[in-house]
T-cell receptor
Framework: DAMVIQNPRYQVTQFGKPVTLSCSQT?????MYWYQQKSSQAPKLLFH???????NEADTPDNFQSRRPNTSFCFLDIRSPGLGDAAMYLC???????????FGPGTRLLVL | QKEVEQNSGPLSVPEGAIASLNCTYS??????FFWYRQYSGKSPELIMS??SNGDKEDGRFTAQLNKASQYVSLLIRDSQPSDSATYLC???????????WGAGTKLIIKP
């Protein structure tokens, strides 16, 4: 089945220790998104790739970076995680920006 | 500021009844709307999308869109305990393809 996969599902890191979250998709979608979601809040868009074009949201901290080496994979790098970065990180894809977004299972990040 | 608003709930509905979830939006540039269901600790799952005024039905779910009133709703017929979740409404702005999210309504179906 075509799907969006995220690894790991749970990540524990230490304050200030870099962490990388990964997302892969078999849907062959052009657009990939990274969201941050904290408890009882709506997902917050961090950035998205439309094909190879990177689009950073204005209020995304510089601590967050992303890479998309090919159509199938996208990575979220958190260079120096703080306690406030503990959240669920959601990867989503869509065929085009105006179309439905489909989410992966998410990665729960805990910062100690 | 472009907003999508939902009552946070919880909305409690008896099993077998109709659950009605509502969403209003502020930007008339929003053209497409999506309802996602999110179980606690899980990721959002698409329930319905709607683009045109009127009703769209899929099984027990009906989405309704009224662009004049800037109102979107989701009806769940024959509610089941497994429908208990948070329902997120989102509107897509065609000006910049940004998806604007509501904060979600927590739905509880009581057996």
């Amino acid at each position: 089945d075509a799907m969006v996969i995220q690894n790991p599902r749970y990540q524990v890191t230490q304050f200030g220790k870099p962490v990388t979250l990964s997302c892969s998709q078999t849907l062959n979608h052009n657009v990939m998104y990274w969201y941050q979601q904290k408890s009882s809040q709506a997902p917050k868009l961090l950035f998205h790739y439309y094909d190879k074009d990177f689009n950073n949201e204005a209020d995304t901290p510089d601590n967050f970076q992303s890479r998309r080496p090919n159509t199938s994979f996208c990575f979220l790098d958190i260079r120096s995680p703080g306690l406030g970065d503990a959240a669920m990180y959601l990867c989503a894809t869509s065929a085009r920006r105006e179309e439905t977004q489909y989410f992966g299972p998410g990665t729960r990040l805990l910062v100690l | 500021q472009k907003e999508v608003e939902q009552n946070s709930g919880p909305l409690s509905v008896p099993e077998g009844a109709i659950a009605s979830l509502n969403c209003t939006y502020s930007d008339r540039g929003s053209q497409s709307f999506f309802w996602y269901r999110q179980y606690s600790g899980k990721s959002p799952e698409l329930i319905m999308s709607i683009y045109s005024n009127g009703d769209k039905e899929d099984g027990r779910f009906t989405a309704q869109l009224n662009k004049a009133s800037q109102y979107v709703s989701l009806l769940i017929r024959d509610s089941q305990p497994s429908d208990s979740a948070t329902y997120l409404c989102a509107g897509l702005l065609y000006s910049n393809y940004q998806l604007i999210w509501g904060a979600g309504t927590k739905l509880i179906i009581k057996p």
